[in-house]
T-cell receptor, first 112, second 112 residues
Framework: NAGVTQTPKFHILKTGQSMTLQCAQD?????LSWYRQDPGMGLRRIHYSVAAGITDKGEVPDGYNVSRSNTEDFPLRLESAAPSQTSVYFC???????????FGPGTRLTVL | GENVEQHPSTLSVQEGDSAVIKCTYSDSASNYFPWYKQELGKRPQLIIDIRSNVGEKKDQRIAVTLNKTAKHFSLHITETQPEDSAVYFC???????????FGKGTRLSVIA
């Protein structure tokens, strides 16, 4: 099992550009979450999904969109990037009955 | 919803000393309390967790204690080593269709 994978590892965007951060898991987990991590701010949840077709907002959802068409994939879309979205993004999955969250390796995004 | 407070935000200890990190939570229905360790440039990884039917759990040099009445739980690291230097996150959840709520993290530095 690869666990949770994320692509890309690094990316630089210009203000106003769009991009999609990819997240995939092969553990048949129902729960998927996107977090952003900024210095001194800990892990803040952006969006999460409890099952395919179901998504919900986290603490900091503005400027981000998600979709969940199947169990494995949970892409995060930035429609019009802003410098405030410069951050490290983590995707994480967990099984409902055993709550350990497995994190992906992260994507370091810089918006200029 | 759940709110998790974590203290201190930074902690420096001499190698061989003990380190204690404390978290409080607000939702009395929370029943799962994990601790994650994040080394520099890496993803967070689970190091120990405790469920509400247990008061203390140990795994070699690390232990977690839970006081449900006071709604707080703590991570104890004994005989600290330089490789314990990392950011530690506590979290809490009321199992069900709700996501984990993380504290803001503690940066532990073990000085040789």
């Amino acid at each position: 099992n690869a666990g949770v994978t994320q692509t890309p590892k690094f990316h630089i965007l210009k203000t106003g550009q769009s991009m999609t951060l990819q997240c995939a898991q092969d553990m048949n987990h129902g729960y998927l979450s996107w977090y952003r991590q900024d210095p001194g701010m800990g892990l803040r949840r952006i969006h999460y999904s409890v099952a395919a077709g179901i998504t919900d907002k986290g603490e900091v959802p503005d400027g981000y969109n998600v979709s969940r068409s199947n169990t494995e994939d949970f892409p995060l879309r930035l429609e019009s990037a802003a410098p405030s979205q410069t951050s490290v993004y983590f995707c994480a999955s967990n099984d409902r009955t055993y709550n350990e969250q497995f994190f992906g390796p992260g994507t370091r995004l810089t918006v200029l | 919803g759940e709110n998790v407070e974590q203290h201190p935000s930074t902690l420096s200890v001499q190698e061989g000393d003990s380190a204690v990190i404390k978290c409080t939570y607000s939702d009395s229905a929370s029943n799962y309390f994990p601790w994650y360790k994040q080394e520099l440039g890496k993803r967070p990884q689970l190091i120990i967790d405790i469920r509400s039917n247990v008061g203390e759990k140990k795994d070699q040099r690390i232990a977690v204690t839970l006081n449900k009445t006071a709604k707080h739980f703590s991570l104890h690291i004994t005989e600290t080593q330089p490789e314990d230097s990392a950011v530690y996150f506590c979290a809490a959840i009321n199992s069900g269709n709700t996501p984990l709520v993380f504290g803001k993290g503690t940066r532990l530095s073990v000085i040789a």
